[in-house]
């Protein structure tokens, strides 16, 4: 069964870092892109990282610098380190796994929030 279950995230203050994991089951994220999402109250759901099969990554304009996706493919996880923090980075945070089989797979969303 195809599952991404996410762990971290939270509350920090501005600056800070939080790490983000997502552990795949069912599949292995080695042979597909997987991608790093964020949404906003009200808004889409947006890019934040792509990493692509083979590793090399994407990271979006606004994270690029401060953000670090990776993937490790001995556990089955990809990672999102987030670092220097601002309040315009308060999300939902999803982790997705595009093109399997069974269709696109998404976790379950982490919320992350940032303020002091």
């Known amino acids: 069964q195809v599952q991404l279950v996410q762990t971290g995230g939270g509350w920090v203050q501005p600056g800070g870092s939080l790490r983000l994991s997502c552990v795949a089951s069912?599949?292995?994220?080695?042979?597909?892109?997987m991608r790093w999402y964020r949404q906003f109250p009200g808004k889409e759901r947006e890019v934040v990282a792509v990493?692509?099969?083979?590793?090399?990554?994407h990271h979006a304009d606004s994270v690029k610098g401060r953000f670090i996706a990776s993937r490790d493919n001995s556990r089955n996880t990809i990672d999102l380190q987030m670092n220097n923090l601002k309040p315009e980075d308060t999300a939902m945070y999803y982790c997705?796994?595009?093109?399997?089989?069974?269709?696109?797979?998404w976790g379950q969303g982490t919320q992350v929030t940032v303020s002091s």
């Open positions: 990493l692509i099969p083979g590793g090399s990554y």
């Open positions: 997705h796994a595009h093109g399997l089989t069974s269709g696109d797979a």
């Open positions: 069912g599949f292995l994220i080695r042979d597909y892109y």
